[in-house]
């Protein structure tokens, strides 16, 4: 469940990240308008709280899920600063994860540690249809994590909250387009 959209920081995301116009999405949808998470999740204002609230997620999750979340993990380049703040705020380690494995160094497609058996959350920037997300789930299982959770800054109601569910994956959100104020 998102905040309202009357919450002061529903509003400044959407002032600072809404543009219109017409934008083709990963998920290769078209639209009339984008979410740049990247106007807002270079803001330390904005950071600041989102961490705050990326640890109250993750607290519930445990609640919930009566379960130790050990570690999180964002993709790259847009869940860095996102996984990197939520883990400041929780105190928990975090793994980065490439769009692609690396063909130098250590060829990793994850960086930082991952233990086998361990649960983790996922922190993604603006779901769509969970694509992204759901292929660094994938990823992180198969090196034998436990992904518990994934949560989304933003929602954007098309489909991602479904098709984690159809994946056997609990999603969460921040905020959804309509806590923006996003009306198409």
């Known amino acids: 469940m998102g905040m309202t959209a009357t919450s002061p920081l529903a ?6 990240a809404l543009l219109r116009g017409t934008f083709t999405l990963r998920s290769g949808r078209t ?3 984008y979410l740049d998470k990247y106007l807002f999740s270079t803001r330390p204002e904005i950071l600041r709280e989102l961490g705050k609230l990326f640890a109250e997620r993750i607290w519930d999750i445990e609640r919930e899920a ?5 570690r999180l ?3 790259e380049l847009g869940g860095i600063p996102l996984v990197t703040v939520a883990s400041l705020e929780t105190d928990k380690p975090c793994i980065f994860v490439r769009n692609a494995k690396k063909d130098y160094g250590t060829a990793k497609q994850m960086e930082g540690k991952l233990v086998k058996g361990e649960n983790l959350v996922f922190v993604e920037d603006v779901a769509t249809t969970g ?3 759901l292929e660094a ?3 992180l299982e198969a090196a034998g994590g ?6 989304a800054t933003i929602d954007r109601q098309e489909g991602a909250a479904e098709n984690m569910r159809a994946a056997g994956v609990r999603f969460h959100s921040l905020f959804t387009k309509e806590d923006l104020g996003v009306t198409e």
């Open 146 to 151: 436990h992904v518990a959770a994934v949560i």
């Open 73 to 75: 993990a964002g993709a």
């Open 137 to 139: 789930v994938k990823l």
């Open 131 to 133: 694509g992204q997300a």
């Open 11 to 16: 509003r400044k995301i959407a002032d600072l």
């Open 31 to 33: 639209s009339n308008y």
């Open 66 to 70: 009566g379960l130790r979340v050990d």
